[in-house]
């Protein structure tokens, strides 16, 4: 290692740990203390162990895995978390199940404003499989929030995470391309649609038909292939209606990326 490097990451690590002696972390799910040797640094060794990223076999539409045995091919089976969806895109994934301390981790960043926790979504990303490989010559494109609900909030969590995702696959990758992944916000959400939490199925969908633009100046590149980035993939009616524009620019190759499913 180089000693630049080594020094300055002493220097971080003993600044950490002074930090941590005057102002113990507290988990963001049970509230607990964190100790030392949890892998996570806003969670618990308990609630840490308790999430679950997500591993193939999974539904190459919407990333849940497909547990069991089974003789069927993947690609062939039903999924009852994306089934009606009609994706614009060619394939999903997630990180992470989105239940209990992963959830307390989106539910920080996005409503608490707790930007400290992409540290540890950084490493869940790192831990993800393959993703790497995967993001290999993609350019992350990140859901954009409407801009009344962005001067609200004051950030985008999705450019946030896109950024943690960039890191946490150069930081791993031995992918070359990889470490150098780029970002673009090529959309603009032109209809400042209410909480999706209070519909159903059916009305997600026809909420967020038109609620997406391309970005005034943008500008996509028909061979390149995108990744449209967002915290959760739930009905998958956000990140396909965000699909279906740059579908309509020229795009040919869009995949998506959620950190968490459902
Ligand atoms: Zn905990
Ligand atoms: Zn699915």
């Not at 290692?1 to 971080?12: E, Y």
């Not at 162990?49 to 089976?77: L, Q």
């Amino acid at each position: 290692m180089d000693i630049k490097l080594a020094l300055s990451q002493w220097t971080r690590n003993g600044a950490r740990e002074l930090i941590d002696l005057f102002f113990p972390r507290s988990c963001v799910h049970c509230r607990g203390r964190v100790g030392r040797e949890s892998p996570l640094r806003h969670l618990c060794t308990q609630c840490a162990a308790r999430i679950d990223t997500i591993k193939p076999p999974r539904c190459t539409t919407c990333g849940y895995p497909f547990h069991g045995v089974f003789s069927e091919a993947v690609e062939t089976r039903l999924c009852p978390h994306c089934e009606g969806l009609d994706p614009v895109f060619s394939e999903g994934r997630c990180c992470v199940l989105l239940k209990g301390p992963a959830r307390s981790l989106v539910h920080t960043l996005k409503y608490h404003r707790g930007l400290y926790v992409l540290e540890d979504v950084q490493t869940l990303f790192s831990r993800s499989p393959a993703l790497a490989e995967w993001l290999n010559n993609a350019v992350l494109v990140p859901v954009p929030l409407h801009p009344s609900r962005r001067r609200k909030r004051d950030y985008n969590q999705s450019e946030l995470l896109a950024q943690a995702i960039s890191r946490a696959v150069s930081s791993k990758s031995q992918v070359r391309a990889a470490s150098n992944i780029k970002i673009a916000s090529l959309l603009r959400r032109i209809q400042n649609t209410r909480s999706q939490t209070r519909y159903d199925k059916r009305a997600r969908l026809e909420n967020l038909k038109n609620a997406f633009a391309l970005a005034k100046c943008a500008r996509v590149d028909p061979e390149q292939r995108y990744v449209l980035v967002d915290d959760v993939f739930t009905t998958g009616a956000t990140l396909n209606s965000c699909a279906r524009v740059l579908r309509r620019a020229g795009c040919q190759h869009i995949d998506v990326l959620a950190f968490g499913h459902g």
